[in-house]
């Protein structure tokens, strides 16, 4: 008999786990979404890593986009976790020199949104 898992833990660096199912349905989310940060020959800077938290901070999904002439497709894995584990998000899918990250929105952020709307 062939039993299939739903509730398989995850780990991340938040130190929380995802559920299988929930890390399925953000891949799927991300295949749909388009690039909203590209990195270029420069590579990882603190002011990328500064503007990557500011974008999961504005939205939980991101995908971000490699230059192609600038990594090799062996260093694109240790690319992505360096991003992932700088800016305490989880990386989501890695697909060709392209990635997405994805880190749940603090509840003060929300509460501050929250309130300045009312």
């Not at 990594?71 to 694109?76: G, I, L």
């Not at 989880?90 to 392209?98: E, N, P, Q, S, Y």
């Not at 990635?99 to 509460?111: G, N, P, Q, R, V």
Request: aromatic share 4%.
């Amino acid at each position: 008999m062939l039993r299939v898992w739903k509730q398989e833990a995850i780990s991340n660096c938040e130190g929380t786990t995802f559920e299988k199912n929930s890390l399925r349905r953000l891949k799927a989310k991300s295949r749909v979404i388009e690039p909203t940060i590209w990195i270029g020959k420069e590579g990882i800077s603190p002011q990328l890593i500064q503007h990557v938290q500011k974008q999961l901070d504005a939205r939980e999904l991101i995908k971000l986009k490699l230059q192609r002439s600038a990594v090799a497709n062996s260093e694109m894995n240790n690319i992505a976790a360096k991003i992932s584990d700088a800016t305490a998000s989880i990386l989501v899918d890695v697909m060709g020199h392209t990635f997405t990250l994805y880190k749940k929105k603090s509840e003060s952020a929300e509460t501050i949104k929250q309130g300045s709307a009312q």
